[in-house]
């Protein structure tokens, strides 16, 4: 009796001094499968107000099997963060009215049997659902004056298809069963947007700041080695006719116009050997022949914005980011942000100058950070596992 009592006050003090030597051991993989990180980021047009989204994973072995859960959440002038829309929700491609006065997002809530276009006010309330297209939206981007929207969804079924998948005749055929990605627009608020015919399967829309045309990239076919290789740039009007195309070499990366509509800057490859997007180009509001803005660049560039008539990048360079800007033509590169400890995952920029990025570092996973501008310091606004703080990084 007397040596159990000896043995179990071993154990007990053994547990005791292990306690504080597990926690000084870094993350669990507990731990781990509950991180929780925001996702897209989009700042107001005004700049007063930023929109994330916030990736939180399902509970292992509580939740039934599945993606994470992505929720919408606003950051105020006060730099207080609100929760718009939570739960077992998700919400994607965010982005702004004009006017700063909703936010746009793409889900499938309620009783939606896809996924649609909806909009939510800024000062709070019901998420209102605007429209959807083929067999959901893919894809979309709103006119400068908010009041039209181009998207994209994938061509539904014909009826006598729908007629045999209904009867069970829902076998695959690997490369053959294919759908092409079409293009609508309409009225934001008409709930009736019109299919504008196309070439190729549509797998990104951009409405220039100017209003009156459109980039659309396309692909010959909805296959993965046409998505991955022959993403092509159209300049289209809202009504299909084309007005100029990029034909850039191999793969294709991120893209924006520049605000006042002339230009184009896009990520794309030097040649169609290269293994990644990483050239920095920009081309007319017409297309055509396109400019290489980092030639010399040891690195790729992962990100493209403007910051006023200047392109805005983020690069990466060895096992570090750099952020800067260039002048359309290649000349006065200036970097705003290099070694800084962080990794900066892509831009958002308000008409007053304010930048927003989601950010990672080695003590954290993607948050939010921003700048009253290019070149000032970079703050911290979210913290999405405040219980980081008191493990042990190596």
């Known amino acids: 009796m007397r040596l159990k009592t000896i043995l179990f006050s071993f154990l007990a003090l053994a547990l005791l001094v292990a306690v504080p030597a597990q926690a000084d051991q870094g993350m669990t993989l507990e731990q781990i499968a509950k991180l929780q990180q925001v996702g897209q980021v989009a700042v107001s047009p005004c700049g007063e107000y930023i929109a994330y989204t916030r990736i939180v994973p399902r509970r292992p072995g509580v939740d039934d099997d599945g993606p994470a859960w992505a929720e919408l959440h606003v950051i105020d002038q006060a730099g207080v963060s609100r929760a718009f829309i939570t739960g077992q929700v998700n919400v994607g491609q965010i982005g702004w009215m004009p006017d700063s006065s909703a936010i746009t997002f793409v889900s499938r809530r309620g009783d939606d049997s896809q996924s649609a276009l909806y909009r939510i006010p800024v000062t709070g309330g019901e998420a209102r659902r605007l429209v959807t297209v083929g067999t959901g939206v893919a894809g979309y981007s709103l006119s400068p004056d908010g009041e039209q929207v181009a998207l994209i969804g994938t061509e539904p079924l014909d009826d006598e298809l729908q007629d045999l998948h209904d009867k069970g005749f829902d076998q695959i055929i690997f490369e053959e069963d294919w759908r092409p990605r079409r293009l609508w627009v309409g009225g934001l608020e008409d709930g009736d947007p019109a ?137 006065d590169e200036v970097t705003l942000y290099h070694d800084e400890g962080v990794i900066f995952e892509g831009l958002s920029v308000a008409e007053n100058g304010r930048l927003v990025f989601p950010v990672n570092s080695p003590g954290h996973p993607r948050e939010v950070y921003a700048a009253a501008e290019a070149g000032a310091a970079v703050e911290r606004l979210t913290v999405s596992n405040d219980w980081l703080e008191d493990v042990a990084m190596g």
């Open 195 to 331: 299919l504008v015919e196309t070439d190729g399967s549509v797998q990104r829309v951009q409405w220039s700041p100017a209003g009156d045309r459109l980039a659309i990239v396309v692909t010959p076919r909805q296959l993965v080695d046409d998505t991955l290789m022959f993403q092509r740039i159209r300049i289209v009007r809202p009504d299909g006719e084309e007005l100029g195309r990029i034909d850039n070499p191999g793969k294709l990366g991120q893209s924006a116009w520049s605000p006042d509509g002339e230009h184009f800057a896009f990520i794309a490859t030097k040649s169609i050997h290269d293994t990644r997007e990483g050239r920095l180009m920009v081309a007319g509001r017409d297309g055509g022949d396109w400019l290489n803005l980092l030639p010399n660049l040891e690195g790729h560039v992962w990100h493209v914005d403007w910051y006023g008539d200047r392109v805005l990048f983020i690069s990466y360079e060895g096992v570090e980011a750099r952020v800067g800007h260039i002048a359309v033509d290649g000349s």
